[in-house]
């Protein structure tokens, strides 16, 4: 039985009691979300993690993207990438390896990982199709799929699918044109095979395949955005909306057969567009959660996409989107590194908190307000503890020690905190 099966009959299983604790919710509210396709609970009933809930009502989630590439394929640094997002905070980690021996590769990290994994099956399908038969063209459908299965037994909790790429949002996209084209590899993958042999995408065309699929494992779908704008010239074309649409039913007929899914989002949005994208989603799949990588709001900062992206996530979380796609430092330049995802997923966390307090979320205010406390106080190892990244706090600290031990070298003994205590006669 599914989640979404047990939820509609009324039945409240342990991982909704877990994550109802987790975030403050009653256990029936949270089960009735579920059942309406609302929340989603990751977890793949074969992997033994501690589940994680996304959609309305709930914390703002963050993601964060390990894997290797063709060019560099090390296990040993993808688990310490694993461990560097872990201690950073992220709440889950999607493993989108295409380099190296990618079954290896994908297994040590669901037996290592302490947190959600998510990944894109696509990827290891089109890859052995081109190293076995010479090009990703010669894929098979039934590659596809039992890619999909191999790794739902093997414990991914959910994964992405680039459903919404067929030959009719092709078409669009040829007639209306783009600046960047398709800057999703899966989306490509899946539209150089259609176009090459002149077939409907599969995942499209099969959908009860993999929703039988997805049942069978209680495997959530994020129904992947192959169309997402790689550029703000591009952002909310009609390619884009067209393949939204699609999205917004396949997820209608996943909640009807009692498959989890969600939804995934932009990409590179200008600000004034990103409201609005979370206003088009929420309204054609009836608040379905909206995963988003991003949004980066301006494409002039290579080396510092992790910004531009905590922008643009900041807004789109605060307007309504559930789960948030860290983007590191070396976003558009190369592999990230591990100290490279340690500064995305906080970043994206600082993102998302700041969201959370506009939503209201429980439990968001609190902190900032623990926070203020230790402040008046000059209370520097609270502030130090309460930070959300205490080692840089504590490092930067260090570093400057002001004379009166209890203020910062910044004012010093012109202390606005200090000066206004003792005038008030409170030191």
């Avoid at 604790?21 to 929340?39: F, P, S, T």
């Avoid at 074969?46 to 590439?69: E, W, Y």
Wanted: contains cysteine; hydrophobic residues 40%; proline residues 4%.
């Amino acid at each position: 039985m599914t989640q979404i099966e047990a939820a509609r009959k009324g039945i409240i299983t342990e991982e909704v009691k877990i994550v109802a604790k987790d975030e403050h919710i009653d256990e029936g509210l949270l089960a009735e979300r579920v059942a309406k396709g609302e929340v989603v609970i990751l977890k793949n009933r074969v992997h033994d993690i501690h589940p994680v809930g996304v959609g309305k009502g709930l914390r703002t989630k963050v993601n964060a993207n390990i894997g290797t590439s063709p060019d560099v394929f090390s296990l040993d640094t993808e688990l310490e990438k694993l461990r560097a997002a872990e201690e950073a905070g992220a709440d889950t980690v999607m493993d989108l390896s295409t380099g190296g021996n990618l079954d290896e590769i994908r297994r040590e990290i669901l037996r290592r990982s302490k947190v959600v994994v998510g990944n894109v099956p696509i990827y290891q399908a089109a890859v052995e199709a081109g190293e076995k038969k010479g090009s990703i063209v010669y894929m098979t459908e039934d590659d596809i799929f039992s890619t999909i299965e191999k790794h739902a037994e093997d414990g991914i909790d959910y994964t992405t699918v680039h459903c919404g790429v067929t030959l009719q949002t092709i078409e669009r996209l040829k007639k209306e044109g783009r600046v960047a084209d398709l800057v999703s590899r899966g989306g490509s993958f899946l539209t150089v095979w259609m176009l090459y042999n002149e077939k409907e995408n599969p995942l499209y065309e099969h959908f009860d395949r993999l929703l039988n699929i997805a049942k069978k494992y209680d495997l959530t779908l994020s129904l992947g955005d192959g169309f997402r704008p790689g550029a703000i010239s591009d952002a909310t074309d009609r390619s884009q909306i067209q393949e939204l649409i699609l999205l917004a039913e396949l997820h209608d007929r996943a909640l009807k057969a009692g498959v989890q899914s969600m939804i995934e989002g932009p990409g590179h949005i200008p600000i004034d567009q990103v409201v609005d994208n979370v206003r088009i989603e929420k309204a054609l799949a009836h608040d379905a959660p909206f995963y988003v990588l991003g949004p980066v709001v301006t494409d002039i900062a290579p080396g510092y996409d992790h910004i531009t992206s905590a922008i643009g996530g900041a807004i789109i979380a605060a307007a309504g989107a559930d789960y948030l796609c860290y983007v590191t430092p070396a976003e558009h330049v190369r592999l990230p590194t591990p100290d490279d995802v340690k500064e995305g997923v906080i970043v994206t966390r600082i993102a998302a908190h700041a969201a959370d307090i506009a939503k209201g979320v429980k439990g968001a205010v609190e902190w900032d307000l623990q926070m203020d406390k230790a402040r008046k106080a000059l209370d520097w190892e609270k502030m130090i503890q309460l930070s959300i990244n205490p080692e840089l706090v504590k490092k930067m600290r260090t570093s400057s020690l002001p004379k009166e031990k209890d203020v910062c070298t910044m004012c010093g003994k012109f202390c606005a905190i200090k000066l206004l205590q003792k005038a008030l006669g409170r030191e």
